[in-house]
């Protein structure tokens, strides 16, 4: 016989989150931080052996201070396997990665893996949340089937993840928790358990209404930030600064409110809108708008250096082109190169220069990453700037935004370039040494 829990009762369940990556370890630290008792499971050797030092494989600020003092609290476990045995009914998060394919195509085999896993350790009264991003559907039709057959009275739940890396810990406590359930009364048991931690939930129709909101959030700053380096491309044909377009625009004007332009990337926002498009193909309806969005940000680095190639004066020697800022974003600070438009940035290169050679610098991400994505790698920002050809501001790492060009400009070659993505009030009117050129995104013609 099936008896509801109190799930606001920490007493009365344990936690058990699946997949310890960017999603789960961070949501694992943060309920073990308010002292509920978590055991985590990774099947990653090097995530596991990092935790028995204390460590995170990845940098997420305050991540690793709190993982010390949970551990030693005895609040946060970890292990390879789900374990069978239990006292207490528990709550399964579903937190392993949904990646994409070559052919655009969501990856599910993780969470289905893990609903297996789960079917056999269910028991009546347990709660499952599925957390990982899905095509719209996918818990109702592909996860449900499998947990099924438990043949348990159990309850699920979709409750996306919604934080920025580099802001999660924070996030996890002040963002709405959006939650969708098979049912109403596994929808509030879930979001009693929530309010545990956050103020707001967002109480949905169905599983599908929260699965689809987590795709939209991300399809829109995509569309967003797509259509900010739309204007980008314009105004760099004319003498406009595209970011004085924006910002000003903005001002006393709420109707208006469009990003500032950029590389955009990220584990996220390079699949979710395939994830999108994916979910309604049975439907034959794609959402173009947001699929053409996602081509123009991948290939908005095109142009950019077909431009540059018709100012650099090619030489003897190989050209030396610097980026610097490899993680797919630099603010919040990151170690993450997945998704990063750093390779986008490469390849653009390679079509449009031939006698070069291309270093990557981030003072975040190991050296390791950075020569894995095919770039030399340069650990001083001197260095980067001593006898280059190109030196570009890739990401909006804060620590590019007061660099003493006029000084850096000295050590670079004659007639270089230092190109910026993100534009930057601190680097207008800069007198460069070595006939040095600052250019930035959107004001390609600017005098
Ligand atoms: N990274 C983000 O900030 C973010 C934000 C919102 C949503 N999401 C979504 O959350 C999900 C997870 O993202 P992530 O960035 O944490 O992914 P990740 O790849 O960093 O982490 C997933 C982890 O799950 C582990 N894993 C896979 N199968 C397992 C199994 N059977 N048992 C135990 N562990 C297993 C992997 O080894 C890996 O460490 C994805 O669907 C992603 O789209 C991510």
């Known amino acids: 016989m099936s008896k509801k829990i109190n799930y606001s009762n920490f007493n009365n369940f344990e936690i058990v989150i699946i997949g310890l990556g960017y999603v789960g370890l961070t949501l694992s630290i943060f309920f073990a931080s308010k002292k509920f008792k978590v055991l985590g499971v990774e099947k990653n050797r090097n995530v596991l052996q990092n935790l028995s030092k204390c460590k995170s494989h990845f940098y997420e600020p305050n991540l690793e201070n709190l993982l010390k003092k949970t551990i030693d609290q005895g609040y946060f476990e970890f292990s390879n396997k789900i374990p069978v045995k239990k006292n207490k009914s528990r709550i399964y998060v579903i937190a392993v990665g949904t990646p994409i394919d ?8 993780m969470i289905k893996s893990v609903a297996k896993q789960l079917s056999n350790v269910l028991e ?17 039709n592909i996860i449900k089937p499998i947990l099924d057959k438990a043949n348990k009275k159990y309850y699920f739940a979709f409750c996306p993840e919604r934080t920025m890396e580099g802001k999660a810990i924070d996030e996890l406590s002040s963002l709405p928790q959006i939650v969708g359930g098979i049912d109403q009364e596994s929808q509030q048991i879930a979001s009693e358990f929530f309010l545990n931690f956050n103020e707001i939930i967002i109480k949905v129709s169905n599983l599908e209404t929260a699965e689809m909101m987590k795709l939209v959030d991300n399809t829109y700053r995509d569309l967003n930030f797509a259509y900010a380096n739309e204007i980008a ?3 760099n044909e004319i003498n406009v600064d595209c970011h004085e377009v924006i910002k000003m625009g903005k001002i006393g004007y709420k109707r208006t409110n469009v990003s500032l332009p950029g590389p955009v990337g990220g584990p996220c926002l390079e699949k979710d809108t395939f994830i999108l498009s994916e979910s309604f193909k049975k439907y034959r309806v794609k959402p173009s708008l947001s699929l053409l969005a996602r081509k123009n940000n991948q290939k908005m680095f095109d142009d950019v250096f077909k431009y540059l190639k018709t100012l650099i004066t090619l030489k003897k020697t ?7 800022g490899i993680a797919f974003k630099g603010s919040p600070s990151t170690n993450d190169i ?12 390679s079509k449009n220069f031939e006698n070069f050679i291309i270093y990557g610098y981030d003072d975040y991400v190991d050296k390791k990453d950075i020569l894995l994505l095919g770039f030399k790698y340069l650990n001083k920002l001197n260095d980067c700037f001593k006898n280059s050809d190109i030196v570009i501001m890739h990401n909006n790492n804060t620590n590019f935004r007061n660099l003493n060009l006029e000084q850096l400009s000295n050590k670079m070659r004659k007639n270089s370039i230092i190109y910026n993505f993100w534009g930057n009030e601190n680097y207008k009117n800069l007198v460069l040494k070595n006939n ?8 390609h013609k600017v005098k």
């Not at 040095?436 to 004001?443: A, D, E, H, L, P």
Request: aromatic share 4%; charged share 25%.
């Open 102 to 109: 070559k052919k655009g195509n969501v990856r599910n085999e």
């Open 124 to 140: 009546n009264d347990d709660l499952v949340m599925l957390r990982s991003t899905v095509t719209v559907g996918t818990s109702k």
């Open 233 to 235: 491309r314009l105004c």
């Open 318 to 324: 190989k050209l030396k082109i610097v980026v610097l």
């Open 338 to 349: 997945r998704g990063t438009t750093a390779i986008h940035i490469k390849k653009s290169i």
């Open 436 to 443: 040095v050129k600052y250019i930035s995104f959107g004001s």
